[in-house]
T-cell receptor, first 116, second 111 residues
Framework: GAVVSQHPSWVICKSGTSVKIECRSLDFQATTMFWYRQFPKQSLMLMATSNEGSKATYEQGVEKDKFLINHASLTLSTLTVTSAHPEDSSFYIC????????????FGSGTRLTVV | RKEVEQDPGPFNVPEGATVAFNCTYSNSASQSFFWYRQDCRKEPKLLMSVYSSGNEDGRFTAQLNRASQYISLLIRDSKLSDSATYLCVVNAVGRDDKIIFGKGTRLHILP
């Protein structure tokens, strides 16, 4: 079945630094991937849609210059949190859908970011 | 009205009982519906898609009522391992391949 790999699983960084999170579709190609953020006891909130070979589409209220998305290949999308602040601490999850099968949306295992 | 609404719970249910969740959606043009399960501090995992005619997978039954714009999930003979948050998911009409999550319903199965 469709597998999405996300790395790292968790990361602790200092305020002001940047963190890159990778999302890979392992056994299928994904022209579109999605990035979500989830705060404790809250729902998943879509941040942006990553499009292979073109610019990402950001949801309202999400700063594109702060959350840089690159989707350079059909199997890899990256999210870079730039100049991280403690309020960016959250659970970041990517997802993709294998268009060739009806398995819904597959999620990466998530990245727990803590900014200190 | 929110795009996808769920009762947040928590539902505290004794083991072996039957529990039902409902979810309402606002856009009558929505076409794809799913139930996902999310364990604490983990990613969501697809539990089942919801088809127009209703569908069953073991102890789980999903129903869709287009007229009233709600979907339901029924869990029979609940197990301790069913404790999780159940997320109702609906496709975002006219927004490419996006999906919208409800806030989830927390379920605690009591021994």
């Amino acid at each position: 079945g469709a597998v999405v790999s996300q790395h790292p699983s968790w990361v602790i960084c200092k305020s002001g630094t940047s963190v890159k999170i990778e999302c890979r579709s392992l056994d299928f190609q994904a022209t579109t991937m999605f990035w979500y953020r989830q705060f404790p006891k809250q729902s998943l909130m879509l941040m942006a849609t990553s499009n292979e070979g073109s610019k990402a589409t950001y949801e309202q209220g999400v700063e594109k210059d702060k959350f840089l998305i690159n989707h350079a290949s059909l199997t890899l999308s990256t999210l870079t949190v730039t100049s991280a602040h403690p309020e960016d601490s959250s659970f970041y999850i990517c997802s993709a859908r294998d268009q060739g099968s009806w398995v819904g949306y597959t999620f990466g295992s998530g990245t727990r970011l803590t900014v200190v | 009205r929110k795009e996808v609404e769920q009762d947040p719970g928590p539902f505290n249910v004794p083991e072996g009982a039957t529990v039902a969740f409902n979810c309402t959606y606002s856009n009558s043009a929505s076409q794809s519906f799913f139930w996902y399960r999310q364990d604490c501090r983990k990613e969501p995992k697809l539990l089942m898609s919801v088809y127009s005619s209703g569908n069953e997978d073991g102890r789980f039954t999903a129903q869709l009522n287009r007229a009233s714009q709600y979907i339901s999930l029924l869990i029979r003979d609940s197990k301790l391992s069913d404790s999780a948050t159940y997320l109702c998911v609906v496709n975002a009409v006219g927004r490419d391949d996006k999906i919208i999550f409800g806030k989830g319903t927390r379920l605690h199965i009591l021994p």
